[in-house]
């Protein structure tokens, strides 16, 4: 987590600056932070995510789906409604000591 902290403050600090006007000034700036990049190809991810949300109707973000077999979905949204659903979740899966 550390490591993301670091490479997301450096892409603030470098966005401050107005100095990076394109992808090859982005990488420059990055190399000169000593920070390492991997450059991928996200629409994968991108055109799953969006088959899911078609699929589970999600109309809004954030959005919780929990999927139980042979049981219906259950949908959590939201900023409060997902952590009271999650905290719910847990004490169902955790036995009681």
Known sequence: MILIAC???????IAETHAV???RGLLQALKEK??????M???????QWSQLSR???VRSTPTCIVLK???QEIRY???LDIPAGIDMLIKELT???
């Open 41 to 47: 190809d996200t629409s994968p991810a991108f055109d």
């Open 55 to 57: 699929q589970y109707e």
């Open 69 to 71: 077999p042979g049981q």
């Open 95 to 97: 036995p009681d000591i």
């Open 21 to 23: 006007d394109s992808e």
């Open 7 to 13: 490479a997301r403050s450096a892409l603030f600090a």
């Open 77 to 79: 949204t939201g900023s």
């Open 34 to 39: 000593k920070i390492a990049y991997v450059l």
